[in-house]
């Protein structure tokens, strides 16, 4: 079993940036799938960025992200640290949400929350206009 701990949410204004992280206790995160979703108020939680297994290229690359993220967020992982992180530039007050980091032990690039099999308490992003 694998804990995750998220942090480095905050309130930011638009155009800014945050670093999320997600601290992993218990497996390495090496041998799973690693995602980060968010979930705003009154929506359903979706997928935000994942990286996979480590030695598993998806036919996509090296990572997956959701459209409305891509060019401004980076997800990336330290092995040794057991950690992986969210970086989040050129933020709108659409971000706006809690997000989540997940884990899920199957290897492909899955985007649906049931997918993921560990999940952490979440952090609170807020963007200001």
């Known amino acids: 079993q694998v804990q995750l701990v998220e942090s480095g949410g905050g309130l930011v204004q638009a155009g800014g940036s945050l670093r999320l992280s997600c601290a992993a206790s218990?497996?390495?995160?090496?041998?799973?799938?690693m995602a980060w979703f968010r979930q705003a108020q009154g929506k359903e939680r979706e997928f935000v960025a994942a990286?996979?297994?480590?030695?598993?290229?998806?036919?996509?690359?090296?990572?997956s992200y959701a459209d409305s993220v891509k060019g401004r967020f980076a997800i990336s992982r330290d092995i040794a640290k057991n950690t992986v992180y969210l970086q989040m530039n050129s933020l709108k007050p659409e971000d706006t949400a809690n997000y989540y980091c997940a884990a899920a032990r199957t290897t492909g690039p899955r985007t649906t929350p049931g997918d993921y099999d560990y999940w952490g308490q979440g952090t609170q992003v807020t963007v200001s206009s």
């Open positions: 990286v996979p297994v480590v030695g598993v290229i998806w036919s996509g690359g090296s990572t």
């Open positions: 218990g497996r390495t995160i090496s041998r799973y799938t």
